[in-house]
């Protein structure tokens, strides 16, 4: 049998893009006739990534023709009023994102102060939005303006009231939104901003609305900032129906319903899969000991701080050297505590960074009283009770009182086991969000976003990759929402440019780009010596030396010179003394 054409879902704004999930005029899908096969054609589309699974994959991808991909800058829905912002400066680090979203409202001085215009043109509006979206530490604030319903504050139609059951759903289409975290609710605002009047319901597994985690390992563990200041502001008024506390166990396509705890299933017209990752464990590791604990939810913040406290913490050891054990470092030196870092690999941040600047950020830790072991495992975990002893693989015996571990996440994708999806790291998608399954195929009404979502942004190569950093969170729910609206034929491609940031001891680490693509490093301006410069990461391809990041200490100014060029080729004219290799 075959799926006919109904045309669009709900009548559409003049000036809105998207079709919402519409089938293409006159197209008709067949159904799949391979036997055995789980799911029927008509809920999947030839993939351009399609492949039999035991194809092996290639060792490197060459990067596509640097003009090939869009412009750095995401694609806003414009606003048709006049907002006010206002920044908090206890709050505010200093970052410069919100010039960088938003250079006509924001401007960070040569002397390192923020400037700002309260009073924001309707033309502007959008883009101040935004640099409140992106913005770590939640310091400004936004008000007025259009609302999250897809009309401006005076002229928005009355909502009709959100139902369930048989009824609703003969008369009302519905998007289910995975996941309560940023990616999830940046993906239903751009929802309700291309128009979309319909049910949106989301699911979140935590019992609060969302809000920001970079701060949790610093700020908010050492009590600068509480739960309250880190709850999202840019999108307060979104017209949704939460789940919170709610656990999702199974996806099943071809009925295309949710599976919630209980064996409550929550049908949908269309999904978007925005569930994150969980930090990662040690299996060695004691389970029920009080003083092991991880951070990547606002609730493991909390248990850090208690168990702190309760143990009284004088010597606290941190496992890991990404950004997150590093961070801990800062925080936990920060309040008088002794700390040693313990890493498996050498230097600190390398994979992200690489060995050179990774060696910079130890010297930073070091400096700061950080005892950073480099190369060394813990072979064996002692709880006392009163404290822990750890016998690390060089033989050495430490004793501590409290443990955090920062080794990194996993993506969520637990629920997503038999479901017909590739889930082998992450949700595999097309380059337009559009998930892809396990025989290659994309699934029409599907997408992903976020921390979980695995894809290939054709800026660098056709390689899929997951991207964790807060912006980026941002920026691929506005594009999966708009993605799933449009369906994968008319859908663009997402192509965006990853930034992240982070402050070791006082100094200030920015980065645009994938520093890890990078074989060969040189510093542009400043110099490592002095800690404070930009270094920009290239790799060869066939169409010249290929700039993938740029990384800046304490430049945050010069570090928007070198965004435009993430992705692109270039003249390879660089001199051989300025040369360094990873």
Same mark, same amino acid.
């Given at each position: 049998?075959?799926?006919?054409?109904?045309?669009?879902?709900?009548?559409?704004?003049?000036?809105?893009?998207?079709?919402?999930?519409?089938?293409?005029?006159?197209?008709?899908?067949?159904?799949?006739?391979?036997?055995?096969?789980?799911?029927?054609? %008509?809920?999947?589309?030839?993939?351009?990534?399609?492949?039999?699974?035991?194809?092996?994959?290639?060792?490197?991808?060459?990067?596509?023709?640097?003009?090939?991909?869009?412009?750095?800058?995401?694609?806003?829905?414009?606003?048709?009023?006049?907002?006010?912002?206002?920044?908090?400066?206890?709050?505010?680090?200093?970052?410069?994102?919100?010039?960088?979203?938003?250079?006509?409202?924001?401007?960070?001085?040569?002397?390192?102060?923020?400037?700002?215009?309260?009073?924001?043109?309707?033309?502007?509006?959008?883009?101040?939005?935004?640099?409140?979206?992106?913005?770590?530490?939640?310091?400004?604030?936004?008000?007025?303006?259009?609302?999250?319903?897809?009309?401006?504050?005076?002229?928005?139609?009355?909502?009709?009231?959100?139902?369930?059951?048989?009824?609703?759903?003969?008369?009302?289409?519905?998007?289910?939104?995975?996941?309560?975290?940023?990616?999830?609710?940046?993906?239903?605002?751009?929802?309700?901003?291309?128009?979309?009047?319909?049910?949106?319901?989301?699911?979140?597994?935590?019992?609060?609305?969302?809000?920001?985690?970079?701060?949790?390992?610093?700020?908010?563990?050492?009590?600068?900032?509480?739960?309250?200041?880190?709850?999202?502001?840019?999108?307060?008024?979104?017209?949704?129906?939460?789940?919170?506390?709610?656990?999702?166990?199974?996806?099943?396509?071809?009925?295309?319903?949710?599976?919630?705890?209980?064996?409550?299933?929550?049908?949908?017209?269309?999904?978007?899969?925005?569930?994150?990752?969980?930090?990662?464990?040690?299996?060695?590791?004691?389970?029920?000991?009080?003083?092991?604990?991880?951070?990547?939810?606002?609730?493991?913040?909390?248990?850090?701080?208690?168990?702190?406290?309760?143990?009284?913490?004088?010597?606290?050891?941190?496992?890991?050297?990404?950004?997150?054990?590093?961070?801990?470092?800062?925080?936990?030196?920060?309040?008088?505590?002794?700390?040693?870092?313990?890493?498996?690999?050498?230097?600190?941040?390398?994979?992200?960074?690489?060995?050179?600047?990774?060696?910079?950020?130890?010297?930073?830790?070091?400096?700061?009283?950080?005892?950073?072991?480099?190369?060394?495992?813990?072979?064996?975990?002692?709880?006392?009770?009163?404290?822990?002893?750890?016998?690390?693989?060089?033989?050495?015996?430490?004793?501590?009182?409290?443990?955090?571990?920062?080794?990194?996440?996993?993506?969520?994708?637990?629920?997503?086991?038999?479901?017909?999806?590739?889930?082998?790291?992450?949700?595999?998608?097309?380059?337009?969000?559009?998930?892809?399954?396990?025989?290659?195929?994309?699934?029409?009404?599907?997408?992903?976003?976020?921390?979980?979502?695995?894809?290939?942004?054709?800026?660098?190569?056709?390689?899929?990759?997951?991207?964790?950093?807060?912006?980026?969170?941002?920026?691929?729910?506005?594009?999966?929402?708009?993605?799933?609206?449009?369906?994968?034929?008319?859908?663009?491609?997402?192509?965006?440019?990853?930034?992240?940031?982070?402050?070791?001891?006082?100094?200030?680490?920015?980065?645009?780009?994938?520093?890890?693509?990078?074989?060969?490093?040189?510093?542009?301006?400043?110099?490592?010596?002095?800690?404070?410069?930009?270094? %920009?990461?290239?790799?060869?391809?066939?169409?010249?030396?290929?700039?993938?990041?740029?990384?800046?200490?304490?430049?945050?100014?010069?570090?928007?010179?070198?965004?435009?060029?993430?992705?692109?080729?270039?003249?390879?004219?660089?001199?051989?003394?300025?040369?360094?290799?990873?």
């Amino acid at each position: 049998m075959t799926e006919p054409h109904t045309g669009p879902w709900y009548p559409m704004p003049v000036n809105a893009a998207p079709v919402p999930l519409a089938e293409p005029p006159g197209h008709q899908l067949q159904p799949h006739t391979q036997p055995g096969h789980p799911y029927p054609q %008509r809920y999947m589309q030839p993939s351009p990534l399609a492949r039999p699974v035991q194809r092996p994959e290639p060792a490197h991808r060459e990067p596509v023709q640097s003009d090939s991909f869009e412009l750095v800058h995401p694609v806003l829905v414009p606003e048709g009023e006049p907002v006010r912002v206002g920044v908090d400066n206890n709050r505010c680090h200093i970052y410069g994102i919100c010039q960088q979203e938003a250079p006509e409202v924001f401007r960070v001085s040569e002397g390192g102060s923020l400037h700002y215009t309260r009073s924001v043109p309707a033309e502007f509006a959008a883009q101040a939005r935004q640099a409140v979206r992106c913005c770590p530490m939640q310091a400004i604030t936004i008000r007025g303006g259009q609302s999250t319903a897809g009309g401006s504050a005076g002229d928005r139609r009355p909502a009709r009231p959100l139902r369930s059951g048989s009824a609703a759903r003969a008369s009302r289409k519905r998007i289910v939104v995975a996941g309560g975290g940023l990616a999830g609710v940046s993906a239903a605002t751009r929802i309700r901003e291309r128009g979309f009047d319909g049910e949106l319901v989301m699911v979140g597994e935590e019992a609060r609305r969302p809000y920001s985690r970079p701060p949790l390992s610093k700020q908010y563990l050492s009590g600068d900032l509480s739960g309250e200041d880190l709850t999202f502001r840019a999108d307060e008024a979104l017209d949704a129906h939460w789940l919170l506390d709610t656990r999702m166990v199974g996806l099943d396509i071809e009925k295309r319903s949710v599976e919630l705890r209980g064996g409550e299933l929550l049908p949908f017209d269309g999904l978007v899969i925005a569930t994150g990752v969980d930090a990662k464990r040690l299996p060695e590791a004691p389970v029920f000991s009080e003083r092991v604990r991880t951070i990547r939810t606002l609730e493991d913040a909390d248990a850090v701080r208690r168990a702190m406290l309760a143990a009284r913490a004088h010597h606290v050891v941190i496992l890991g050297g990404g950004f997150v054990g590093c961070e801990l470092a800062c925080t936990a030196r920060e309040h008088g505590m002794d700390v040693t870092l313990v890493v498996h690999s050498a230097p600190l941040l390398r994979r992200v960074l690489g060995s050179e600047i990774g060696e910079v950020v130890g010297d930073i830790q070091r400096r700061a009283g950080v005892d950073v072991r480099l190369g060394v495992e813990i072979r064996d975990w002692q709880d006392h009770g009163d404290g822990l002893r750890l016998r690390l693989s060089d033989g050495e015996v430490l004793d501590c009182d409290f443990v955090v571990l920062g080794l990194g996440s996993v993506p969520r994708t637990e629920w997503l086991r038999g479901s017909g999806l590739d889930v082998s790291d992450g949700v595999l998608c097309g380059p337009t969000c559009h998930v892809v399954d396990q025989w290659g195929r994309t699934v029409r009404r599907v997408v992903a976003a976020g921390d979980v979502a695995r894809w290939p942004n054709p800026r660098f190569d056709a390689e899929p990759r997951r991207v964790e950093h807060l912006i980026h969170a941002v920026e691929m729910g506005q594009h999966a929402a708009d993605a799933l609206l449009r369906g994968p034929e008319r859908a663009a491609r997402f192509t965006p440019v990853p930034r992240f940031w982070s402050e070791q001891h006082g100094t200030r680490i920015q980065a645009v780009g994938i520093p890890a693509l990078g074989t060969e490093v040189e510093v542009v301006e400043g110099s490592l010596r002095s800690e404070r410069f930009v270094a %920009r990461y290239s790799r060869s391809t066939s169409y010249g030396p290929q700039t993938v990041a740029a990384v800046a200490f304490d430049m945050p100014l010069e570090l928007l010179a070198y965004r435009d060029e993430i992705g692109r080729a270039r003249p390879d004219s660089r001199t051989a003394n300025r040369r360094r290799r990873r």
